[in-house]
């Protein structure tokens, strides 16, 4: 059978993720791999979540078992609102709907926003994921740097002014970024949200990372500066709970919301019904709540030994952000090093990193990586870091000779 003539326009310009059959090799069991953007798997609550399921059968199978409607469980979508809160957003129940994971925001939110050709502003470098879902359905792409403060503002201006037509949205990962790992300062969000006022286009703000905060002060989501409705917020339960789990939830406009409802019917009918109600049941305990404190915890330590076997083991000539939250840092070597090359050296020594290159829409920046240390225990972090560090030596000593 022949395929290729067949596809859509669309779907022909989707090709297969470099960073999902690098994925694939990094899986082999004796390979520390900080490739993966990957909770620990200690980190699950299976017990608890055991006992909530059991819960749920006993209570609520009815419902758990039937297909519930597409904006998801009035409860949980109440919870989500509530959680919201605290990173300063206002919003009512309505204005929620969860979703089969924040993938799932991202798809359908490109899906009823994006025409052909339209320009999506993104930073550089961003979440692979994001660039993919947005990608899909054919929207054309530029990229704004960040620096420790997150996206440059002043940078994004100066782009937009020299554009035709001002961009169709801007999407961003603002805290404790994927895959830099940096955080977007209080008064850029003001300037972006102001910014989209000036030239009248939407944000996407994407934030499965804000309550895994480590370090340093609480910041206000940017959805929180917004009084006309033009950002779209998502959050979701994969990082804090499990990402098998599939639930996300997103927070929007009122027109935009009932868009979305009408849109995700016809691409799932609704989100699993039984997970939402073990979730809510898992919530309506406050066993969230703990739970996200004892992870706190874990990736604090985690975080900590990745710092610190990165002052150790890493040689001069090379820098790494020094992230307050999340899962990920980025990490710098020596310009003349090209980390996809390196990848093959890397994996003899067997350790994984993601090289730089690929979450930049240009391709450049050949001399960075995501380093990723909430999956990996505690000991194979430093030795993952010490066996990165010898083949990061040895390039460089190949290259002075
Ligand atoms: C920035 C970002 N957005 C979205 C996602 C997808 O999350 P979910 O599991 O909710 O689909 C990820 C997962 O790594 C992510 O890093």
């Not at 499965?208 to 370090?215: E, F, K, M, Q, V």
């Not at 917004?226 to 033009?230: A, N």
């Not at 290159?357 to 930049?360: Q, T, V, Y």
């Given at each position: 059978m022949e395929w290729e003539s067949r596809y859509s326009e669309r779907a022909r310009g989707m090709k297969a993720s470099e960073i999902r059959e690098l994925l694939k090799l990094t899986q082999q069991p004796d390979i520390i791999s900080f490739a993966g953007g990957l909770p620990s798997?200690?980190?699950?609550p299976t017990v608890d979540i055991a006992e909530v399921t059991t819960h749920v059968m006993l209570t609520a199978a009815e419902e758990a078992l039937q297909y519930g409607t597409t904006d998801g469980y009035s409860r949980l979508r109440e919870y989500c609102s509530y959680w919201s809160k605290k990173e300063g957003i206002d919003s009512s129940p309505e204005d929620v709907v969860i979703t089969s994971g924040s993938q799932q925001t991202l798809d359908i939110t490109s899906k009823i926003?994006?025409?052909?050709?339209d320009m999506v502003i993104v930073e550089a470098p961003s979440y692979l994921g994001g660039l993919g879902a947005i990608r899909a359905y054919q929207a054309s792409f530029t990229a704004v740097k960040m620096d420790d403060d997150g996206m440059m503002i002043d940078q994004l201006e100066e782009t937009i002014k020299k554009m035709e037509t001002p961009p169709k949205m801007v999407y961003t990962?603002?805290?404790?970024?994927?895959?830099?790992?940096v955080t977007m300062v209080e008064k850029r969000r003001k300037q972006l949200v102001d910014l989209a006022h000036d030239y009248d286009f939407v944000i996407i703000e994407d934030n499965?990372?804000?309550?895994?905060?480590?370090?340093g002060t609480p910041v206000k989501a940017i959805k929180a500066f917004?009084?006309?409705?033009?950002v779209i917020y998502t959050s979701t339960f994969?990082?804090?709970?499990?990402?098998?789990?599939?639930l996300a939830w997103v927070i929007g406009d009122e027109p935009f919301i009932r868009k979305f409802i009408i849109a995700k019917q016809s691409t799932d009918?609704?989100?699993n019904s039984f997970v939402q109600r073990i979730l809510y049941e898992y919530c309506r305990r406050d066993l969230i709540e703990n739970h996200i404190n004892l992870i706190r915890e874990m990736y604090k330590e985690k975080r900590d030994i990745m710092l610190k076997s990165l002052e150790e083991y890493f040689p001069e000539g090379c820098s790494w952000t020094k992230p307050d939250g999340g899962l990920f840092l980025w990490a710098r070597v020596p310009?003349?090093?090209d980390t996809k090359n390196m990848m093959g050296e890397a994996i003899k020594e067997r350790v994984a990193y993601v090289q730089g290159?690929?979450?930049?829409v240009n391709g450049s920046e050949t001399n960075t990586m995501r380093l990723c240390f909430?999956?990996?225990?505690n000991e194979k972090i430093q030795e993952g870091i010490k066996r990165l560090g010898r083949v990061i030596e040895r390039e460089i000593k190949a290259h002075k000779a």
């Open positions: 798997p200690d980190s699950f926003l994006i025409d052909k050709n990962v603002p805290t404790f970024q994927n895959p830099a790992g499965p990372y804000g309550d895994l905060r480590y370090s917004d009084d006309e409705g033009r994969s990082k804090i709970f499990s990402p098998g789990m599939r009918l609704c989100t310009e003349y090093i290159a690929a979450f930049f909430s999956y990996a225990s």
